[in-house]
């Protein structure tokens, strides 16, 4: 599936119910793509003013828009559900950026940092946190025009765990509890 590139900047994406759903950047639209054939089946609206990352936890779209806070759609009306505000030791998280559900928590990378954070999705509160910056270092080493961290995939078949960053060389696997 291709985006008008002179219209839409593509960003989050997630799979569930047999559709994918993808957000854009600026433009308050979504996409929804069969599972099978990828060939748009629909779109959609939502009121955050950017798109960023977008997972799910199995019955609802969870996305981030680059500020503190986490919506949850419902997958059907794109109503919101729920907005959860992400917090540290009581201080506020901003640039909450890419998005993957793990058993039952949220992992999201922080925009132009090389952090990870666990968060609860009860209460938004980031109970463990990553830094990945010796893998940066190694992606800037193999090629200088490496930027920053930003891409969480779980396979929950094989139990692991994939990171990357804007135009990093190498995917990483990473083993750490989850």
Do not use: C
């Not at 992992?107 to 952090?115: G, V």
């Not at 938004?124 to 946190?129: L, Q, R, T």
């Not at 490496?146 to 083993?175: C, F, H, R």
């Amino acid at each position: 599936a291709e985006l008008d590139r002179n219209i839409y900047f593509g960003e989050g994406i997630t799979f569930l119910n047999g559709k994918v759903f993808q957000l854009t950047y600026k433009n308050q639209m979504g996409f929804i793509y069969d599972g099978k054939t990828f060939k748009n089946i629909g779109k959609f609206t939502y009121t955050n003013r950017e798109g960023w990352g977008l997972t799910t936890d199995g019955k609802s779209l969870i996305m981030s828009d680059g500020t503190s806070y986490i919506t949850y759609l419902d997958p059907t009306s794109f109503a919101v559900t729920k907005t959860l505000d992400v917090a540290e030791n009581n201080y506020v998280v901003e640039n909450i950026n890419e998005l993957e559900y793990i058993k039952g928590f949220i992992y999201a990378n922080i925009w132009m940092t090389n952090t990870i954070v666990k968060i609860d999705p009860n209460t938004g509160d980031v109970v463990a946190k990553m830094d990945l910056s010796d893998l940066s270092r190694q992606s800037k080493e193999k090629h200088p025009g490496s930027l920053e961290m930003n891409g969480i995939a779980y396979d929950s078949v094989s139990n692991k765990l994939l990171v990357t960053g804007k135009m990093w060389p190498t995917i990483y696997q990473i083993k750490f509890p989850l």
